[in-house]
């Protein structure tokens, strides 16, 4: 209202309503509005009375308003305090208790990351959506990708013509469905290996440790492809056998259709001429475990499970095209030896110092997040950012699911991974471990002796979060499998974005880097001075960091919030070890935070304005930030990607993304890569 105000449209707020002309002539004149101008915009908007001068109460009320109706996550005592805290940045008590726009203007001048603010007062933009890739910038990116399908594709058609040759030329066939039948069958053959291939997990993890071999395969990618490999088998299936039943339904001379069809009258197959009747099962089981497969129904609430059973369709599947098919063993031997080579090595699981141990305790983080501590098998190894499938054999025994490790391998005692919850298992543990600890809360005299309830001084609304509690309870761990964020130690500048529960491939990144930090740090028994091994530090390979973490949910920030500031200080006391020997230093790490439960800044216009200057002032008084309590201050909205990434390319020769979050997302940021020519590597969705 008082923007319609300061721009003479009274009217507008009268009539609640407003042209779309009237709206663009101001979303106009707030984006090409030099810095004074928009100053000017900023001032007149707090003062309320319109006599040229802000007094605090205008700020006061100003703000009481605007920080709830933009629900800001904060008490209201925090909202005080941030409000104070502005009125200090402009030097605002009870001495001096107004000032007019010169004055106003002189102190954003003076303090340049308040004057900042004010560039957030912009028309709409669309500058962050990518319309055209450039063919040759995604070709740069994709290149082994491009490769590897050519390869699939070259193959296929050398196969084809094998199978025409072999036919046509040597047998003298010249019956189209029965050719386009065995055609047919030799693609599936080829699909079915790859897709065992695809799936021979700990073949990937061995492809990955080597980085020459990962240069070239795109092993990252190996659960997309076995997902288009799979429906190519559909494709080839359907055409193998609408070609057969043409074949059948036209050639009546010897045998009726029923007879091809559904006898083994015809004697075409392996064992005892039934490849019409195996055909039928195999066609039924195909469609059952191809129609669950789909990414529509897979995702849906409870039907993972059925995914994962329809799944073990492949066993008989397996025996049953063996029966169908003359030659089909000689293709799936190779494969399934080492299938059931991993399958014999994943038994492992079942002992002590591999995969079965404890509980240490567990964290209830928040209203949907607990994190464990599990007591670290004597020898499970593993790297940053690998996953483990976990089962707790006494919530429900038969289900195993995946989920990052977020400590760091260094940590010799435990290995920890949050937990997100979700629907069905996920609830189920959650709401096991809510009970235990109320019920040993209840039975335990001296209560706060056993659970300690951790005060994190942020903003984060849960009071009583969050809780930890020790316990013994048994665990069962399958892996480690790899992910692609270990390659981030062979890069120059990694950015490493995560989105909520996306991070913690990432935590356990940076507490890797923070255990290397401290390996290299010599602290002076005499005078407590910190120094580093500089060459240590200076001539490995990883020279920058940048961690973007996004998050709807302001609480999702204490999960990592103690490594984080720990990590921020120990660049500090990096940093001071150089400047105190002569050497100019560079920042090691940069965190991005961002909480986009409010108006995103890029659809607003001056919406976000008055917030982020008083979270500024705060950070510029306080030296911390309002919602984290951390140095680095949690920007309001979404990453402006074209902006940041644009940063990056200025600074850095290479750089390689890596990203953990909602596919969508994933698609954007994949899309801006190729755009600068970054490197992308991205996790599985959680
Ligand atoms: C490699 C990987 C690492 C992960 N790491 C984490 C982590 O660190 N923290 C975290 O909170 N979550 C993580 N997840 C996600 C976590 O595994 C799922 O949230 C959990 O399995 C959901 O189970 P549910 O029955 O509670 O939910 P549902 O509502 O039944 O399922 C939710 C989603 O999880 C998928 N899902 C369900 N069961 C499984 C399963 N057994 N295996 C694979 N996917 C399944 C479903 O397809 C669905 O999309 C990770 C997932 C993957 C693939």
Redesign the pocket.
């Known amino acids: 209202e008082r923007l319609l105000d300061i721009f003479g449209e009274k009217s507008c707020i009268q009539a609640n309503s407003i042209n779309g002309h009237r709206v663009i002539r101001i979303a106009r004149v707030l984006s090409m509005a030099s810095m004074s101008v928009k100053a000017l915009i900023l001032f007149k908007v707090l003062d309320h009375d319109g006599d040229k001068y802000v007094s605090i109460e205008e700020i006061k009320q100003f703000y009481e308003i605007y920080l709830d109706e933009f629900k800001f996550p904060c008490d209201s005592s925090r909202r005080q305090e941030l409000i104070d805290t502005l009125l200090q940045a402009f030097g605002m008590n009870d001495a001096n208790r107004q000032m007019n726009f010169d004055k106003f203007y002189k102190i954003l001048q003076e303090k340049p990351n308040l004057l900042e603010s004010l560039q957030l007062m912009n028309i709409p933009n669309n500058d962050d959506q990518i319309d055209k890739i450039k063919w040759k910038a995604w070709r740069k990116n994709n290149k082994y990708h491009i490769i590897i399908i050519l390869l699939y594709i070259l193959t296929t058609i050398a196969l084809d013509i094998s199978v025409i040759i072999e036919l046509v030329v040597k047998e003298q066939i010249r019956n189209f469905w029965l050719i386009l039948a065995h055609i047919a069958g030799f693609s599936i053959k080829l699909n079915f290996v790859l897709s065992i291939v695809l799936m021979l997990k700990h073949c990937m993890v061995l492809i990955r440790a080597r980085r020459w071999l990962r240069r070239f395969l795109p092993v990252d990618d190996h659960i997309d492809a076995h997902r288009y490999v799979g429906v190519a088998l559909a494709v080839y299936s359907v055409v193998h056998s609408l070609a057969h039943v043409i074949n059948y339904a036209t050639n009546t001379k010897d045998y009726s259709f029923f007879q091809s069809m559904f006898t083994s009258v015809r004697q075409q197959g392996w064992v005892n001429g039934s490849a019409a009747i195996t055909s039928n099962i195999l066609l039924v089981l195909f469609s059952l475990m191809i129609i669950f497969s789909l990414q529509c129904i ?2 849906r ?2 039907f ?1 499970m059925v995914f ?1 059973y329809t799944h073990l369709l492949f066993w008989p599947i397996f025996v049953l095209l063996i029966i169908h098919s003359r030659d089909f063993w000689k293709w799936t031997c190779a494969p399934m030896f080492l299938y059931m080579c991993e399958k014999i090595y994943l038994l492992k699981r079942y002992l002590p110092k591999n995969g079965r141990t404890h509980l240490k305790s567990l964290r209830i983080e928040d209203k949907n997040t607990i994190s464990f501590n599990i007591n670290r098998p004597e020898h499970f190894n593993f790297n940053v950012g690998d ?1 483990v499938y976990i089962c707790f054999p006494r919530i429900v025994s038969h ?6 490790i ?1 400590s760091c391998p260094e940590n010799n005692d435990i290995i920890r ?4 919850k ?6 189920k543990v959650y709401d096991y471990f809510v009970k235990e600890w109320e019920r040993q809360k209840e039975h335990k005299e001296s209560f706060m002796e056993q659970f300690t309830s951790v005060t994190t001084d942020t903003c984060i609304p849960e009071v009583n979060h969050p809780y930890v509690m020790d316990s013994t309870e048994s665990i069962w761990i399958e892996g480690p499998y790899s992910s692609s964020t270990s390659y981030m130690f062979n890069c120059e500048h990694v950015v490493l974005i995560g989105a909520g ?1 996306g991070i ?1 491939p990432y935590a356990s990144a940076l507490e890797c880097l923070m255990h290397h930090f401290r390996e290299r740090q010599t602290i002076c028994k005499q005078c407590h001075h910190v120094s580093y091994k500089q060459e240590a530090i200076q001539y490995r390979k990883l020279k920058k960091v940048d961690v973007i973490w996004v998050n709807r949910n302001v609480e999702n920030f204490s999960w990592f919030l103690q490594l984080f500031n720990e990590f921020e200080n120990e660049q500090s006391t990096y940093l001071e070890s150089l400047r105190a020997i002569g050497i100019s230093p560079k920042r090691f790490i940069d965190f991005h935070f961002y909480y986009t439960n409010l108006k995103s800044n890029n659809q607003v216009m001056i919406r976000n304005v008055p917030i982020d200057l008083a979270t500024t002032a705060y950070g510029d008084v306080l030296n911390k930030d309002i919602l984290t309590k951390m140095r680095t201050k949690t920007i309001l909205g979404r990453p402006q990607w074209s902006l940041l990434f644009a940063k990056f390319k200025a600074e850095h020769q290479r750089t390689s993304v890596f990203f953990t979050g909602q596919p969508a997302m994933g698609d954007d940021i994949k899309r801006w890569c190729d755009q600068y020519q970054f490197l992308y590597y991205h ?2 969705y ?1």
């Not at 289900?399 to 990052?404: A, E, L």
């Not at 991974?417 to 997100?420: A, E, S």
């Not at 979700?422 to 609830?427: D, E, G, L, P, Y």
């Open positions: 897979r995702k609430t409870g993972y994962h996953y289900q195993w699911h995946p989920f990052t977020s991974f949050h937990m997100m979700k629907k069905n298992w996920t609830r529960i913690t996790e599985p959680y």
